[in-house]
């Protein structure tokens, strides 16, 4: 089973340019997720998909776009890079049903 | 607000001895509470899942505690191996909201020869 998997995981990016982090999932789940994590802090939300067709903003919306394609994949959008922005990104998916959140393993985002 | 905070920050530990991390929330209203494992490089991995009704849970080596009252879970590691390295992330759920999912900044824990 692939669970939950994250393209790139590696990306280095010059200030104000563009691209989007992929996500897809395998396990048939409601919901989505988009993380990042910064040392010292713990996982902060950026966006969410509730259901195929719906997402909703996090506590650290700006700066980003999301696009739930549809149920497998949810896609994470850096419109014009910032240094801010450098970070790991997590991906996760769960569902209603049984809410432990499955984890993609990261993408390494830098910056410069 | 909810809220979850664990302690210590960070831990090093022999090889072999035991530990316990500390996990409190003001999430409500609750639902369970996880404890996963971030290994350097990986994304988390569930190790256990505590609901309302249970006090005690072991997966292993692992241990982990939930007093619903005081709103306090630990997670205790017995004989301690290097393997055990990593973070442990502390993640309530709440019952309610599409957004329900609240991470503690995690603990560091080395295991040292």
């Known amino acids: 089973n692939a669970g939950v998997t994250q393209t790139p995981k590696f990306q280095v990016l010059k200030t104000g340019q563009s691209m989007t982090l992929q996500c897809a999932q395998d396990?048939?789940?409601?919901?989505m997720y988009w993380y990042r994590q910064d040392p010292g802090m713990g996982l902060r939300l950026i966006y969410y998909?509730?259901?195929?067709?719906?997402?909703d903003k996090g506590e650290v919306p700006n700066g980003y776009n999301v696009s739930r394609l549809n149920k497998r994949e949810f896609s994470l959008r850096l419109e014009s890079a910032a240094p801010s922005q450098t970070s790991v990104y997590f991906c996760?998916?769960?569902?209603?049903?049984?809410?432990?959140?499955?984890f993609g393993q990261g993408t390494r985002l830098t910056v410069v | 607000k909810n809220q979850v905070e664990q302690s210590p920050q960070s831990l090093i530990i022999l090889e072999g001895k035991n530990c316990t991390l500390q996990?409190?929330?003001?999430?409500?209203?609750?639902?369970?509470l996880r404890w996963y494992k971030q290994d350097t490089g990986r994304g988390p991995v569930s190790l256990t899942i505590?609901?309302?009704?249970?006090n005690t849970k072991s997966n292993g080596r692992y241990t982990a505690t939930l007093d619903a009252d005081t709103k306090q879970s630990s997670l205790h590691i017995t004989a301690s191996q290097l393997s055990d390295s990593a973070s442990y992330i502390c993640?309530?759920?709440?019952?309610?909201?599409?957004?329900?999912?609240?991470f503690g900044t995690g603990t560091r824990l080395t295991v040292i020869p």
């Open positions: 996990c409190n929330y003001t999430v409500s209203p609750f639902s369970n």
């Open positions: 396990m048939n789940h409601n919901s």
């Open positions: 505590m609901t309302f009704s249970e």
């Open positions: 993640v309530v759920i709440r019952q309610t909201g599409a957004n329900n999912l609240f």
């Open positions: 998909s509730a259901s195929e067709g719906t997402t």
């Open positions: 996760a998916s769960s569902d209603a049903a049984n809410p432990e959140a499955f």
